[in-house]
Structures are given as C-alpha cells and as structure tokens.
C-alpha cells in the first residue's frame, strides 16, 4: 500500500516515540528531522485552528536546501482543550498534577494537526477526537504522574499508559489521533500524493 | 493502585497476548491458565448477552481444587456484532476477507464480556464500543489478510493493527474494550473486591 510514495524521500519532523511508531504502522519508510520553531500562535487564533497553524509553522521552519532530494516532510502537532484553555506539556510535578485534576470528570478535546509538505503541494488538516475522563483521585493523580513522568506530554497523560487504561471511560473519534497522530485521516491525505 | 488485591493469588484466564498487555497495564499481576470450553450459547440469547454469558461459561469450567489459594478468576470474551450476526474468529482466509468485507464502509459493535470470579464473589459485566470502518478496497482487505493474518481474531481484525490505523475512522467507547480488555470498567470493579 501507498506504492505512490516511493518516489519521496520522507523525513518525519518530530521526536515523539509515539508519533514516529504510528507513521511505521501505516507502513511508511522515514527518517526523523527536527526542526526546533518558537511555538507561539497568534492571540486571536482560535484554539481549534492552534494545532494546525503549529504544523504548518513546523513544516516552514525547513529550508528547501537542507531537505534531501524528491523530499517529503510531515509535521504535526498536538494540543489539549479543556474548558477554552490550552493545556501544554507541563513544567513540573505540580503542573501536571493541575493539568490532570482539570481533565477528572469531563470531556476535553484532543486536537492533532498535520502538514504534509513537498516541492509540489502542501496540505494541513486537523482531526479532533472528545476524551471523556472519570473522577480520579488524588492518590491516583500523584500515583500516575511520580510513575509515568509525562513532561513530555500535552496535558499531561499519555493515553496508552496507566491513567488511559484505568482513567478515561470514553474517546469519540480517532484513539491514535490522542496518541498524536491522526492516522487513519493522514492514510487518506498521503494516497493523494 | 488496587492494593486491595494483594490478598487474591490471581488467574487470568486467556491465551491473547493483548489481554495479558491491557491487564498488566493495569497494573494486576497475575498468571495465565487456561481451560476450554465449548463456545455454544442459547440459540435464544440476545447477541448483546452473548460475550458476557461466554465470559461467565469460562469461569464456571473451573473447578475449585484446580485453582490456588486466594483465588481470582478472570476471564473474558469479546464478540464483533453487525447487521444482526456474530462474527467469530474467521475459519480461513477466504472467510476473513469475507468478514472484513462485511464490516468495510459500516457501523459495527464490539461487545467484551468479564468475569471477575473468587470463592465468595462472582461478578460479570460487559461494555461496548461502536467501531466505524471506512470504504475498504479489496486489494486493501487482502494486503491485511495476507502479512497479518487475523485468524485468531473476532471479526477478522485487530484494532492495533495496520487496518486499526489506516481503516477505522471512528471509534465510540473504550478503545481497549475493542482490542479485548475493557480496562477502564475492570479497574473500577476490581476495586470493589
């Protein structure tokens, strides 16, 4: 499957485990470049379209010349809506203990946003999936961030670790679109190429 | 977490490596022993009691002297449902293209029945998930089929696979009560015990 991409030589802008192991399971052949950027978004953006600005933002950041021949970059991002915030990566243990007890007992949105870029054509989209988590506990909350440490990690969790499995009782939408990438969604977009 | 179990000696009764993954994910140790059983049920039964009856089937089989001391028994059974049919496990490739097929560009229901059994205790539940698969090509189905050969799977697919990722574009529920462990509601009930 995708054979249309053989022609690419396709370089994966992210340094996310998550990200690199989901664009493998849809059978894509990369290498990993990054790019860091100054992840500022306009004030006025609305907080649905932060995700996709970021990718595309991400993807620009590339100069052609450093790019290898017949070159493709993805790029994407991922951010948490709760309550009309967005939650980022948290700074320490209290943050992410903040984070995570503002996600107990309700729905967030998880928002991932894709740029695929070649010479050619440059397309971004976004895909939104609803998270809905239980009423955690203190001890819970502590128990889940001092043993998974998810500082690297929007709002806070990871939702293929311990509080994924015993915290959320709902997705609606893509579950790998939570994890960080909306593959089914990128599956499409890359047939076109 | 779920110190309260230290008390069980706790019996897993299942040979899919996904539900020994999502278990210990949980955070339960436990040992795997397993015990067939005739998969029949009431011609009569509604197909919505089918995973959870099966479930409670495969905890009876066992007979107390088999078990350790401070015994737990868990045992579980997931069932794919659409359009009025239970899809099991396909009986050869043929049969699984048919299956994918069957699912392909629809709505279909994933019902996972448990049973959480020790001496004084027997509690059985079970939790769906609706899953939607996109318009599959035909040369999609037999890709799949062919490099991952779904045959001990229900319905012919497993979600964490590529067709999980290039296939399904909406999952409603628990993503992992589609791979075969509805952790979220197990977690909850083995606090109880």
Known sequence: MLGNLNKYNIVLASKSPRRQELLKGIGVDFTVLTKGIDENYPARLPLIDVAPFLSLKKAKAFEEAELPENYMVITADTVVIVENEILGKPKDRNDAIRMIHMLSGKVHKVVTGVTVHTKEMTKTFSVISKVT????????????????????????????????????????????????????????VLKEF
């Open 133 to 188: 988590f239980e009423n955690l506990e203190n001890q819970e909350v502590e128990y889940y961030v001092d043993n998974y440490r998810p500082y690297d990690k929007a709002g806070a969790y990871g939702v293929q670790e311990w509080i994924g499995y015993c915290g959320v009782c709902n997705v609606e939408g893509s579950y790998f679109n939570v994890m960080g990438l909306p593959t089914q969604k990128l599956y499409k």
